[in-house]
C-alpha cells in the first residue's frame, strides 16, 4: 500500500495505492483524520483509482472520514471507485452518503 497527499488549488488529495483491508486501514483512517483535524483542509478528495479492493474496515474509516468532515464543515469526496470498491459502497447503500466523482477534474470542479 502507498498513500501520498498533494495539493490541487484549495483541494487536498490523497492518493491510495493498493488494497484497502484490515491490516492497513488504520494507515488511511490516519492520513484522512490528520487532513481535516490537524491541518483543517477545506476540501479532502480521496483518489480510489489505485484500489482494487476495499474491506468492511476500509469502509468504516472512509465513513468515519466523512464523518469528521461533517464536523469540521469541510467536503469530502472519492473518485476512481473501481467496479468492487463501488460494489461495496452500493451493497452497503453508502454511495448515495458520499460524493463519488469519476474523475479528479470532475471533483476539482464540483460545487
Do not use: C, W
Amino acid at each position: 500500500m502507498h498513500i501520498a497527499t498533494r495539493q490541487q488549488g484549495t483541494s487536498t488529495v490523497v492518493d491510495v495505492q493498493g488494497d484497502i483491508d484490515l491490516y492497513n486501514s488504520p494507515e488511511v483512517r490516519k492520513i484522512i483524520l490528520e487532513e481535516l483535524k490537524e491541518k483543517k483542509v477545506p476540501r479532502l478528495i480521496v483518489n480510489l483509482s489505485g484500489v482494487r479492493y476495499i474491506d468492511s474496515s476500509g469502509v468504516a474509516s472512509l465513513v468515519e472520514g466523512l464523518k469528521v468532515s461533517r464536523t469540521m464543515s469541510s467536503r469530502f469526496m472519492l473518485y476512481g471507485l473501481s467496479p468492487a470498491a463501488r460494489e461495496v459502497l452500493e451493497l452497503s447503500r453508502l454511495i448515495r452518503v458520499f460524493e463519488v466523482f469519476a474523475t479528479e477534474q470532475e471533483a476539482l470542479q464540483a460545487q
